[in-house]
């Protein structure tokens, strides 16, 4: 029997490359469409290491609609797409609107006209907690209201999710799930992939790991005064691996016909509130590295505290994530000690 065939855009990137050892592990047959714009194609070289199947890949732009013509026809038979190839900097996203109103909601266009033209099954569409923006009661459900994005990286996850639910309302033949993520962070076991920043990282944890190897003289922690119990924000971090986990239970759903609805929303997180104060703690012990940290003021645009109700993926989906922040903490610290080992 062959293999089912699986478009994974964005493929190279960090949750992208996750994602494609899960799917090559459960027997899928994954065709890559990646720009490398924050990305490598050694990237390839870990997903091979880890699977022992080097996947099929294509260096080309999704806003380029006679390049995805082109894929299709080159690799018949995609029964799902899954899409993770879109900027995601929210800072930069503030500087440069245009760039990230036409990078992620083209490509989400050009994707939706090749599932109606090719007769996909089963779109996944990676979307964000930002949609909830600041909740009024924690956990947030798939119900709890969607609030006014407060930046256009945030707008784009929310057109989106209103681009992909029009399509299928006007009876478009194809079923989606978008999944919501909390905070992604860790890597592989393996340390073989893992997040790859480029310059001075903006997210926890990369400049977490960079602090403790010595790259980052000390970590700022974005304010202590907010209504939390030690100060610091709180967050929902989920360990990349099980987040890529949903995503091959997501397509699968799709392509066996088993959605109970042509467009399902879930959250993935784990259901933990953890502060970035904990965090840093439970990094120390899992590690036994220091991270030289100081408090310095709030970053403008923060979300005060945010975690997930994932009751919806854990008995819908049947997926859970289970693995223990201390073990993420520690595949965090050993990738970061693998990117230092190959610039030596
Ligand atoms: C943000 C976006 C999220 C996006 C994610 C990845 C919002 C509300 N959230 O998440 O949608 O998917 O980036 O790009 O737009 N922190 C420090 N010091 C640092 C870095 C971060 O204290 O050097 C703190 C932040 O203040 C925050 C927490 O760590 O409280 C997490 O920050 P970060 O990793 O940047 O993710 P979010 O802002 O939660």
Request: charge should be negative.
């Amino acid at each position: 029997m062959s293999k089912t065939r699986i478009l994974v855009t964005g493929g190279t990137g960090y949750i992208g490359s996750h994602t494609t050892v899960e799917l090559i592990n459960a027997g899928f047959d994954v065709v890559i469409i990646d720009n490398l714009s924050n990305s490598n194609r050694e990237v390839l070289d870990g997903i091979e290491a880890i699977t022992g199947v080097r996947p099929a890949f294509i260096e080309g732009d999704v806003n380029d609609l006679s390049t995805l013509d082109c894929i299709f026809q080159a690799y018949p038979g995609i029964e799902g797409i899954i899409n993770f190839a879109a900027s995601k900097a929210v800072g930069e996203s503030v500087q440069k609107p245009l760039l990230y109103y036409r990078n992620n909601l083209n490509s989400l266009m050009n994707l939706l006209e090749m599932v109606e033209k090719y007769n996909v099954k089963g779109f996944v569409f990676s979307s964000s907690c930002t949609v909830y923006g600041e909740p009024d009661v924690n956990p947030v459900t798939e119900e709890s209201p969607i609030k006014p994005a407060t930046s256009p990286y945030g707008n784009t996850k929310q057109i989106s999710e209103e681009i992909i639910t029009d399509t299928i309302r006007s009876g478009a033949n194809f079923n989606a799930i978008i999944l919501r993520y909390f905070n992604p962070v860790g890597a592989h076991p393996s340390a073989l992939i893992g997040e790859l920043p480029l310059g001075v990282p903006q997210n926890l944890i990369p400049y977490l790991t960079q602090t403790a190897i010595g790259i980052r003289k000390e970590l700022s922690v974005f304010g202590n005064d907010y209504d939390t119990p030690d100060g610091s924000c709180i967050r929902d971090f989920i360990n990349v691996v099980d987040l890529a986990k949903a995503h091959v239970i997501a397509v699968k759903r799709m392509i066996e016909g088993k959605s109970l609805d042509c467009i399902e929303i879930f959250n993935l997180g784990t259901g933990n509130g953890v502060s970035v104060l904990e965090l840093i703690d439970t990094f120390e012990s899992a590690t036994g590295v220091k991270v030289p940290h100081k408090i310095v003021g709030r970053r403008e645009g923060d979300i005060e505290k945010v975690w997930a109700n994932p009751k919806k993926a854990n008995e819908v989906l049947g997926w859970v994530a289970d693995t223990p922040l201390a073990d993420t903490m520690v595949s965090a610290w050993k990738w970061q000690q693998h990117l230092a080992e190959k610039k030596s």
